[in-house]
């Protein structure tokens, strides 16, 4: 028994934490958590556990925030045609796994040196279709957008550390104009 009801969850913790603590290098760190988060969202179970969790713009639910490692996992549920404002996830990490519905990710390029501050030019570099199953791995600094493409859609997020500790810039496609975040409101959920 782990501290979660749901036991494809409970292994997924496990899991992470054997992983964490091979300590592999960065990238390969990063990408070894793939096929694990993959595992853990094709778990039915879990799946119909998450069809009762809020719909809500601005949430990101708080799953799990890990004592010995630091890592986050958090769950995202996106309302009808959810649009996300390109963003990036400043100096973490984030691997990004659509647990149930469609989304669409979409990677964008900086074609400035970023030597004007408030101003970026991104370009788009990839649109890809991200049906339930699907995972991506941001790395730090990666300007991106994760949309909705289906009613409702549930994304789990592992992240390095829990957000808000950390600036995120938002850019505005239209004018180049860039911002600051901290990220979305962080609501605890039990599982
Ligand atoms: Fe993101």
Redesign the pocket.
Known sequence: MGQYSNSAFNNFIHDMQMHFSLGLPEVEHWEGVRPLLSRLISDNEFRNVSRSWERKKGREYILHHDPEYDFFVGALVREPKHV?MA???GPTW?I?GVLDGDEVTQIFERLDDGSQPGYAKLRLKVRSEAPMGTVDV?PPHIP???NGNSPRSVAI?VRTTKPGSYD?IMFDLETGKTGISRGLDLVPLKI
Do not use: K, R
Request: glycine letters at 0%.
């Open positions: 996300a963003h990036d996830h984030t990004y941001v991106h957008a994760e997020t995120q």
